[in-house]
């Protein structure tokens, strides 16, 4: 009988994160200032995050343990099935083996409530009031909203105008959650007004809506800011993800040959692979494959520089070394929100410097194509940043039909597209619009870097 799902018992949640620093052969750049761009001291970041994290962020040790009281809120969900994709398998003819790591079972109906729930807890033993933050498809809103409640936090969320206009249904449980949500750039903060001056229509983005929560986080008392991607201490409370994928490939006596996850800011995919990362970068498994899809609306990996960037257009932020497209650039409304973030988790980016990770990028039309497919034989209809990895897993499954490999690839379905199917009618009607970046657009963008000597 075939088994098309592992399931592990509450008891083998995993009770410690996985920190991957002290692992690395290369590992991140230190933080800059943003105004005076000298390396950032943990006293520079008290103002921003609450300390346990500040702390997490350059930790080496290696197993950092998860506190109980997020343990608790975590078995909601948590562990996630591993499926094994045995219909999309034969649909696409292919000898390879294809598993998938289902993280849409949480409430939020994504990853992100596995770092959410962590950062609220540490916010509220802060004795903090409530915390802000910025958000584009609506997942890390949703998921911040969601966890705020379980602590007594308030929440305020920055959302991506865009994403607020085409995502009504994520505001909505947003705000069912207690959530308080605002279209970004706003007349909230200066750093919105600003913006709203200069182009009274804007589109928004992550850049925007980051500098926007920060200021707003600041400038309360009892606030401070959490966010959903891109920094350490997230990629490490990420790592429940794959922890769990190492026990349930384990229990279906198979290893991944190929990796693969969308990368916005990087959260999801790093939570699933860095746990498998040391065998590589241990030599234990040099020719396992680790791909990182993301958007050509914001091709960060694939087309960006490595350089030091603000991490927020108003520069609030702390600047960090990464692959960026520039913090000024405004990237085309796609649907997949998530994935349309300017930078990349400085982890990412020194593993794929260091050749140890690859990218690649899709439009929406073949993105939308694969996701299709995807759902017709396995029945999910999963989130348009998700679906970036699964137009990923259709290439190399395709390859194995064309080569006869039977490679075993595991790919992160790191959310639930049931918010999402606006842009599936828009498929479905042929208006979903391939957009071509410029590379004027891009260059203008990356002239507005810091200068920092010696990076």
């Keep these: 009988m075939k088994q098309y799902k592992y399931l592990l018992p509450e008891s083998e949640m995993p009770t410690h994160w996985y920190n991957v620093l002290p692992d690395m052969k290369t590992p991140p750049p230190p933080y800059r200032h943003p105004a005076t761009l000298e390396v950032l001291t943990p006293q520079d970041l008290a103002p921003i995050f609450p300390q346990p994290l500040i702390e997490q962020e350059a930790s080496q040790e290696r197993w950092i343990e998860i506190p109980e009281e997020v343990q608790d809120v975590l078995r909601m969900w948590r562990p996630s099935p591993l499926y094994r994709a045995y219909r999309w398998e034969q649909a696409l003819d292919t000898p390879a083996k294809i598993y998938y ?8 109906g994504s990853h992100k409530p596995n770092t959410a729930v962590a950062q609220c807890y540490y916010a509220k033993e802060e004795g903090l009031e409530g915390v802000s933050t910025e958000t584009g498809a ?13 602590f007594g936090l308030e929440c305020k969320v920055f959302m991506v105008a865009i994403s607020y206009q085409q995502k009504p249904y994520r505001r909505i449980a947003m705000e069912t959650w207690g959530g308080n949500v605002i279209p970004s750039p706003s007349s909230t903060t200066k750093a919105g007004r600003d913006i709203l001056a200069k182009d009274p229509e804007s589109p928004g983005s992550l850049g925007m809506a980051i500098s926007e929560a920060i200021e707003y986080a600041v400038t309360h008392e009892g606030w401070k800011y959490l966010l959903g991607s891109v920094v350490n201490f997230v990629m490490l409370h990420q790592t429940v993800i794959g922890l769990e994928a190492i026990k349930q490939m384990e229990m279906a006596g198979d290893e991944p040959d190929i990796l693969i996850g969308c990368v916005g800011g990087g959260s999801n995919f790093a939570g699933l692979f860095l746990p498998f990362i040391p065998k590589k970068l241990n030599g234990e498994r040099p020719d ?98 998700t679906g970036h990895a699964v137009k990923a897993t259709y290439d190399e499954a395709m390859a194995c039909r064309e080569s006869g490999e039977a490679k075993t690839i595991l790919f992160n379905a790191s959310g639930h597209g049931h918010f999402d199917l606006s842009a599936y009618d828009a498929y479905h009607r042929d208006d979903l619009i391939d957009y071509a970046l410029e590379e004027d657009k891009l260059q203008r963008a990356l002239r507005e870097l810091p200068n920092i000597k010696g990076s």
């Design 138 to 150: 609506g997942q890390w809103g949703s998921a911040l909203s969601f966890a705020s409640q379980f």
């Design 288 to 385: 396992m494959r680790i791909i990182n899809v993301e958007s050509t609306a914001c091709p960060s990996l694939t087309r960006g520089v490595y350089a030091y960037d603000w991490g927020d257009t108003a520069k609030t932020g702390p600047v960090a070394k990464m692959h960026t497209v520039g913090h000024d650039f405004v990237p085309a409304p796609v649907h997949a929100g998530g994935l349309r973030y300017h930078g990349m988790a400085p982890i990412i980016c020194s593993l794929y410097d260091d050749g140890f990770v690859e990218a690649r990028a899709y439009n929406q039309n073949e993105v939308f194509d694969a996701a299709h497919s995807f759902a017709q034989a396995e029945g999910f209809i999963v989130a348009p940043e």
């Design 101 to 108: 790591k289902w993280e849409g079972v949480s409430p939020p």
